[in-house]
């Protein structure tokens, strides 16, 4: 089956530690990328990648760190320097940028 | 300064009756449009889109008009049913820029009562 996959669904992490949430598609896409979900907020972009080791950042992209060694992968670090890490933070991917995006479940991050 | 706009927070609608979920854009370069649908604590999924090129775009119970003059569109579901309760994301983009990702408005929460 086909689609875009996020773990852990719920993650939690204490004040001052960085932490990398996972993101993985098998749909062959070019593009993904991190939007970040806040109550009243819509969706706001982090970081998105057009293609392998290339990466650019997004609205909100201060305090996060990513990566695209591999298509399917696009790993989103929260670092300490996140100054309000809560939230739930989705991966998306699509055919190329510009396109409709396929999301996946989500990961909800609590820092304590 | 917001891109997209989704000004009405929530919408409540009785079952049966038609939905009307409106979005307004400033970026005059945006040229293609979607929906998505979300439900809490999942990701969005994919409704429908429309390009410039047309005012409407229809699928199934969902239609989507456009209209560029005034940088408005908006999302009609007939007939509502209660599992249409959930988020409603409008987004957009230039399709033919490289670079650009999906733009989204704040959401409107819809509400269908049976």
């Known amino acids: 089956d086909g689609g875009i996959t996020q773990s852990p669904k719920y993650l939690f992490r204490k004040e001052g530690q960085n932490v990398t949430l996972s993101c993985e598609q098998n749909l062959n896409h070019d593009a993904m990328y991190w939007y970040r979900q806040d109550p009243g907020q819509g969706l706001r972009l982090i970081y998105y990648s057009q293609i392998v080791n290339d990466f650019q950042k997004g609205d909100i992209a201060e305090g996060y760190s990513v990566s695209r060694e591999k298509k399917e992968s696009f790993p989103l670090t929260v670092t300490s320097a996140q100054k309000n890490p809560t939230a739930f933070y989705l991966c998306?991917?699509?055919?190329?940028?510009?396109?409709?995006?396929?999301f996946g479940q989500g990961t909800r991050l609590t820092v304590v | 300064d917001q891109q997209v706009k989704q000004n009405s927070p929530s919408l409540s609608v009785q079952e049966g009756r038609i939905s009307i979920l409106n979005c307004d854009y400033t970026?005059?370069?945006?040229?293609?449009f979607l929906w998505y649908k979300k439900y809490p604590a999942e990701g969005p999924t994919f409704l429908i889109s429309i390009s410039s090129i047309k005012d409407k775009n229809e699928d199934g119970r969902f239609t989507v008009f456009l209209n560029k003059s005034a940088k408005h569109l908006s999302l009609h579901i007939v007939p509502s049913q209660p599992g249409d309760s959930a988020v409603y994301f409008c987004a957009a983009t230039e399709a033919n820029q490289a670079g650009t990702a999906l733009i989204f408005g704040k959401g409107t929460t819809l509400s269908v009562s049976s």
């Open positions: 970026n005059s370069m945006f040229d293609y």
């Open positions: 998306a991917s699509s055919i190329v940028m510009n396109t409709e995006a396929f």
